[in-house]
T-cell receptor
Framework: AQSVTQLGSHVSVSEGALVLLRCNYS??????LFWYVQYPNQGLQLLLK??????LVKGINGFEAEFKKSETSFHLTKPSAHMSDAAEYFC???????????FGQGTELSVKP | DAGVTQSPTHLIKTRGQQVTLRCSPK?????VSWYQQALGQGPQFIFQ???????QRGNFPDRFSGHQFPNYSSELNVNALLLGDSALYLC?????????????FGQGTRLTVV
């Protein structure tokens, strides 16, 4: 069985500060890992994905995530937060790229001016 | 490319009624998945359709059923609606084969059951 835990349902940072959103996963098979962003009343947009090609994954809008097998983690970071980054972020795991996604509960990111 | 389109965007139904939600996948995609997102929660997988058949199913009752048409579009049907079925229903499409088979999501259908 697979599962995802996102630590912190709400994270608040100042504009220009580092963004760190935490995700830990559980999987009995090599996982595919994803980060999605959701703006209010919108669907989900893919930020980045890990498919075993490289442990450090770069995504859109300056976000990146590092796959750490020993820690079963896939934390999302961005060096400098922008006001437009305020949204809900979801980490997800799957046993293959096109398979069902198991999502975490989400982390709401607030960015203060 | 219009991306994944869902209709309607909003819907209000009465408890006990039936509802049908529709999804058109992104151009070139042949697989459609449906998710239910309750308020303040992450999306929950309902089922996935490929080649007009249900390929995977999540932990949802038989009241939830679906269909995929030859043009890859899909419908989600929910019978005997309960208040707890109120949620955002998301459709995602993907390619079954290829290097990039990740899911692309539509804007969702907001279902309110009263």
């Amino acid at each position: 069985a697979q599962s995802v835990t996102q630590l912190g349902s709400h994270v608040s940072v100042s504009e220009g500060a580092l963004v760190l959103l935490r995700c830990n996963y559980s999987s009995s098979v090599p996982p595919y890992l994803f980060w999605y962003v959701q703006y209010p009343n919108q669907g989900l947009q893919l930020l980045l994905k890990y498919t075993s090609a490289a442990t450090l994954v770069k995504g859109i809008n300056g976000f990146e995530a590092e796959f750490k097998k020993s820690e079963t983690s896939f934390h999302l970071t961005k060096p400098s937060a922008h006001m437009s980054d305020a949204a809900e972020y979801f980490c997800a795991v799957s046993d293959w790229q096109g398979g069902k996604l198991i999502f975490g509960q989400g982390t709401e990111l607030s960015v203060k001016p | 490319d219009a991306g994944v389109t869902q209709s309607p965007t909003h819907l209000i139904k009465t408890r006990g009624q039936q509802v049908t939600l529709r999804c058109s996948p992104k151009s070139g995609h042949d697989t459609v998945s449906w998710y239910q997102q309750a308020l303040g929660q992450g999306p929950q997988f309902i089922f996935q359709y490929y080649e007009e058949e249900e390929r995977q199913r999540g932990n949802f009752p038989d009241r939830f059923s679906g269909h995929q048409f030859p043009n890859y579009s899909s419908e989600l049907n929910v019978n005997a609606l309960l208040l707890g079925d109120s949620a955002l229903y998301l459709c995602a499409s993907s390619q079954d084969r290829g290097l990039n088979t990740e899911a692309f999501f539509g804007q969702g259908t907001r279902l309110t059951v009263v």
